[in-house]
């Protein structure tokens, strides 16, 4: 029989310590494991060392801790030297969206690992089976796709390739458990995921609605956040379909979907962003218009929100599985 | 000058007491309008008295109600006889997805009423402005599109169709920031609505996953619930790629937007649904397997759900709009 993980002595490595790279390294951390964090990319180092404090202290400030912080901010190796990641069981590689900077990585993990060591991407942009041939011994390499704040959120997506091993994949599985994910098991390759694929069929979709006149990015968000973002914390969208009663939906589709857009084509709306060089809420300066003190606000009242609607999610998961 | 709306004074009246115009009934009357409540099926009057008491007992419950719960039923008259809307302001019509139904049914509300009462529709299936055509004095027709439960959720959508008055709507836009909605605005007949229609394009795009293998109904819901759910009440999809960053998206669109189902067929899974009787939760016969009690601890659950999730998406409006 095998013996029960003890997650204490499984060393974890991440490697590229941007915003996503620090929450994961957190998040393994408090989950239990020593983690070896390397910032592969000049002067990361700096500011990921004030990064992962900060989200540390989210955490505890979120009530995730079951020890003291500087327990846990004592289990994070920080370097730019690969050299530390010798005995980890895992390594998350969580670099830019950039085939060869993703292969140089692997290579510099496979040096100072073991062959048997899971290789792990957070990529939504690159198929885990291209990925994969660039690692030595592919069997051990696969998907592992995080949600932001990677300590908080429930959601993960595992993600095999065509030559992941089948144990490999079970191992983090069963890992990603004891992190206290709700993972979702991907036995295909497929690009953008679930989640993704879903979002970009509506913005697909949204973007043709504001092109043809329909409506407007601000009523937009307003009608989703009323309507789905109502329910969508409760149940899926077959759950919610069940809640509705099936019997409409046949009809619905047939007179909906020839209506859909089929587009294959970028929306204007997004070339003129990027060429007007749009970037979003942290640089204050997004689709809607902020000021930095409001892009801040912003910012804290988003990180509150995120410990509320965790704490609301996990009551009605123990409420529904009763 | 214009005197301010006092909407204890302003009748209204709701034709059709289903779930959903028993729902509206209660959120027009704790909002202060005398309503008035036909029930145009034989025997619906019965279970709509039923069921009207104990949304409003909910309403208590949650905390909505100003006055006392029985201040609240006195002002609300039901009856199978239209003649009691003959002083309404404004007549909501909530019958079945049919369009000599609706028409019957206009017929006769304005056959009681005066010439300038606003008569609406809860409508997601048919035009506004076909239905519009079925009026006597088509000017004052629109549509009213709310969520369940009506008397808890900000979202509604009130759509023009091509004959509405602008005064009307303008009037109806008004009002419905008294019953304290977040109103978006159509200004043009779209079938199926902004939320709607990018539902759609989720359900065409999650159909094709499913039934070329991608994923699975379990899969789908617990990702879309714990990635999804986790930020929509806190954001639309815009502000949602404001938070992201902007820079990924264009390059994204471009690879994915090609790989997007097209169809327009109703998926296989679905007509096997139909065939199969499935009906839903309140039926205890969904997609997924739901005994009679476990049914009704879902339908306790997400009422509970509810008022929770409503208070805290209440919060985080105060907090964004400090």
New interface residues.
């Given amino acids: 029989m095998r013996k029960p993980m003890d997650i204490s002595e499984i060393e974890t490595g991440v490697v590229g310590l941007g915003m996503m790279g620090s929450s994961i390294a957190v998040a393994l951390c408090i989950a239990g494991h020593p983690v070896k964090a390397v910032a592969p990319v000049k002067n990361e180092l700096e500011n990921a060392k004030k990064t992962i404090a900060q989200l540390l202290q989210h955490a505890a400030d979120s009530g995730l801790l079951q020890q003291s912080k500087p327990h846990y901010w004592k289990r994070i190796t920080l370097s730019e030297d690969y050299s530390i990641l010798q005995n980890c069981r895992l390594v998350q590689e969580c670099v830019i969206?950039d085939k060869n900077a993703k292969s140089r990585v692997y290579q510099k993990i496979a040096d100072q690992t073991k062959v048997d060591t899971v290789i792990s991407s957070n990529t939504s942009?690159i198929p885990v089976s291209i990925l994969q041939d660039m690692v030595p011994e592919p069997g051990r390499f696969l998907g592992i796709h995080w949600?932001e704040p990677a300590y908080m959120?429930?959601?993960m997506?595992i993600t095999k390739g065509e030559k992941t091993a089948d144990s490999h994949a079970n191992w983090v599985y069963e890992l990603a458990h004891l992190w206290g994910k709700?993972p979702?098991?991907?036995?295909?390759d497929?690009?953008?995921?679930?989640?993704?694929?879903?979002?970009?069929?509506?913005?697909?979709?949204?973007f043709h609605?504001i092109e043809s006149?329909?409506?407007s990015?601000e009523?937009?968000?307003?009608?989703?956040?009323?309507?789905?973002?109502?329910?969508?914390?409760?149940?899926?969208?077959?759950?919610r379909?069940?809640?509705?009663?099936?019997?409409?939906?046949?009809?619905?589709?047939?007179?909906?979907?020839?209506?859909?857009?089929?587009?294959?084509?970028?929306?204007e709306m997004?070339?003129e962003?990027?060429a007007g060089k749009?970037?979003?809420?942290?640089?204050a300066r997004?689709?809607?218009a902020?000021s930095p003190e409001e892009a801040r606000?912003?910012e804290n009242?988003?990180a509150?929100?995120?410990k509320?609607?965790?704490q609301?999610?996990d009551n009605?998961q123990k409420?529904?599985n009763?």
Same sequence: chains 1, 2.
């Fill in positions: 969206e942009a949600a959120t429930r959601f997506e709700e979702t098991f991907l036995q295909k497929i690009r953008g995921f679930v989640t993704n694929r879903l979002m970009y069929a509506v913005y697909r979709e949204i609605l006149g329909e409506t990015i009523d937009t968000d307003k009608a989703f956040r009323y309507d789905a973002g109502s329910w969508m914390t409760f149940m899926g969208i077959f759950e379909m069940d809640q509705m009663g099936l019997s409409d939906f046949r009809e619905t589709f047939q007179r909906v979907f020839p209506k859909l857009s089929n587009t294959s084509r970028v929306p997004m070339q962003m990027v749009v970037r979003g809420v942290q640089q997004g689709l809607y902020y606000a912003w009242a988003f509150k929100f995120n509320e609607i965790y609301l999610a009605y409420i529904k009763e």
